[in-house]
T-cell receptor
């Protein structure tokens, strides 16, 4: 399976702290994406990093990619209660169509006010 | 710009029935993908359509089918429903690499 695996499965922090989530995958990729999902809702795209990129920033988000270790991390700085959600990494496998993503099981982030 | 719209949002069916779910992509997006989300299996890819052609298909039985129309709207159909088909069905559209998801259709099979 190409599915990514997020670590940790659950993370609980206080507002203002940083949250780091990790993702590992198994095969060569075109890109890796991070999504957020509030309970029972659709997924919201956060950031896409291509296989030839090592780091990307978007607002309070920082994503790194290490293709040699087949791993990625998502850092959310200065967390807010509104960041409480499930976070998924998803890989687009090399040779696959762009609409096919392999999702991990997600990290449940809880940010306490 | 309106987002991805999925209908219906909630539905309840009984075993053996069939169901059709609809997805309207973001205007200008020609690619639509469908995913099933369950607590046990997580998010799994069902199909991908582009310009009315199925471009990719996940590992689901033939009871699961889909199609895309000339206006890029897509439907998926599940026939002979089983209890295990209870899930959140998510549709996503894209123009480049990022997928934009709708709120999903939550199907409960009794």
């Amino acid at each position: 399976s190409q599915q990514g695996e997020e670590d940790p499965q659950a993370l609980s922090i206080q507002e203002g702290e940083n949250a780091t989530m990790n993702c590992s995958y198994k095969t060569s990729i075109n890109n890796l994406q991070w999504y957020r999902q509030n309970s029972g809702r659709g997924l919201v795209h956060l950031i896409l990093i291509r296989s030839n990129e090592r780091e990307k920033h978007s607002g309070r988000l920082r994503v790194t990619l290490d293709t040699s270790k087949k791993s990625s991390s998502l850092l959310i700085t200065a967390s807010r209660a509104a960041d409480t959600a499930s976070y998924f990494c998803a890989t687009n496998g090399r040779g696959s169509t762009l609409g096919r993503l392999y999702f991990g099981r997600g990290t449940q982030l809880t940010v306490w006010p | 710009k309106a987002g991805v719209t999925q209908t219906p949002r909630y539905l309840i069916k009984t075993r053996g029935q069939q169901v059709t779910l609809s997805c309207s992509p973001i205007s200008g997006h020609r690619s639509v993908s469908w995913y099933q989300q369950t607590p046990g299996q997580g998010l799994q890819f069902l199909f991908e359509y582009f310009s009315e052609t199925q471009r990719n298909k996940g590992n689901f039985p033939g009871r699961f089918s889909g199609r895309q129309f000339s206006n890029s709207r897509s439907e998926m159909n599940v026939s002979t429903l089983e209890l295990g088909d209870s899930a959140l069905y998510l549709c996503a559209s894209r123009s480049t690499g990022e997928l934009f998801f709708g709120e999903g259709s939550r199907l409960t099979v009794l």
